[in-house]
């Protein structure tokens, strides 16, 4: 019994040191949550703070949005400020960029709020806010998007979604900017920039704006930039190639990825994923390993 006792309270405690080893939303309830209070959110996934992809070995640890659309978090209104809070036991990688989006096919995110090298270390801390648009149309499904791009450590790229439907106006519609994707296979890498080095600052300066419709249609350009037109900033990193779709947002699985591991066990020998440059590893050396800071 004493074992017993003893071997769940070390689960326990792997179980939450996973879910704290980078950052993550807790609240509101995003896609496979494995927080308390969001159950019926996708199979909870106990790697919900790590990235969804890294330079640092090549693949895409994770799909775009880390899994298909579930369970509504509820009614949203146009101009209605949401409040996301994350994780205080996290690492936040002295901070970084990070956007929040919304979409409707996971595919055009119109970007609502973009914090460039702020993130997590300007006055909002961890609990980051973003405004609904005024303007914002009536949608019975829109994706609310988390995207993050770590100022120090491995080269990552994170993301958390919630799903809602929408109260808006008549006529209205949603417009921003092309969320910006880096570090990510055939996307941009951004280099460590937490001390002087290149933040790159023109990717989001420079991208097509996505206009979003009350019958749930979109339109706008994707992000088309090579990320062999990026500077490389860290030793040792390889440029993938470009897309092949011209550059558009990957939606679709890669193949035989990881499912989520409650119990901090590595993937199966040989499990490969794909992601669509003949340069890209396919073998799946385990987790992404955080530099220490």
């Given at each position: 019994m004493k074992f017993s006792t003893a071997f769940t309270a070390v689960a326990a405690l792997v179980a939450g040191?996973?879910?704290?080893?980078?950052?993550?939303?807790?609240?509101?309830?995003?896609?496979?949550?494995?927080?308390?209070g969001c159950a019926g959110f996708g199979q909870p996934d106990y790697d919900i703070a790590e990235p969804i992809a890294s330079t640092k070995?090549?693949?895409?640890?994770?799909?775009?949005?880390?899994g298909p659309r579930g369970k509504s978090n509820g009614v949203l209104k146009a101009g209605e400020t949401l409040s996301l809070q994350f994780d205080s036991a996290g690492a936040i990688h002295e901070g970084g960029h990070c956007e929040v989006s919304m979409s409707t096919n996971e595919k055009d995110w119109a970007v609502i709020l973009t914090k460039l090298t702020s993130c997590f270390v300007d006055e909002e801390g961890l609990n980051i806010k973003a405004t609904i648009p005024k303007d914002a149309p009536s949608l019975e499904n829109?994706?609310?998007?988390?995207?993050?791009?770590?100022?120090?450590?491995?080269?990552?790229?994170?993301?958390?979604?919630?799903?809602?439907?929408?109260?808006?106006v008549e006529g209205g519609k949603i417009e921003g900017p092309q969320m910006v994707i880096a570090?990510?296979?055939?996307?941009?890498?951004?280099?460590?920039?937490?001390?002087?080095?290149d933040p790159r600052k023109d990717l989001y300066e420079n991208r097509p704006m996505v206009v979003i419709t009350g019958d749930g249609s979109s339109a706008g350009g994707n992000q088309?930039?090579?990320?062999?037109?990026?500077?490389?900033?860290?030793?040792?990193?390889?440029?993938?190639?470009?897309?092949t779709d011209g550059g558009s947002i990957p939606t679709d699985a890669p193949t035989d990825l990881?499912?989520?591991?409650?119990?901090?066990?590595?993937?199966?020998?040989?499990?490969?994923?794909?992601?669509?440059?003949?340069?890209?590893?396919?073998?799946?050396?385990?987790?992404c390993k955080p530099k220490t800071q």
């Open positions: 040191s996973m879910v704290s080893a980078h950052e993550h939303i807790k609240t509101p309830c995003v896609r496979n949550s494995p927080e308390a070995d090549g693949i895409v640890h994770d799909v775009m949005c880390r829109v994706v609310i998007a988390w995207t993050w791009v770590n100022a120090a450590g491995n080269r990552e790229f994170y993301m958390n979604c919630m799903d809602y439907s929408l109260e808006g570090n990510y296979p055939g996307y941009p890498t951004i280099g460590e920039f937490h001390f002087s080095a088309t930039e090579s990320v062999t037109d990026a500077p490389t900033t860290t030793p040792g990193e390889t440029a993938s190639a470009t897309p990881p499912g989520p591991s409650p119990t901090g066990g590595e993937p199966a020998p040989g499990a490969s994923t794909s992601t669509g440059s003949d340069s890209t590893p396919t073998s799946l050396p385990g987790k």
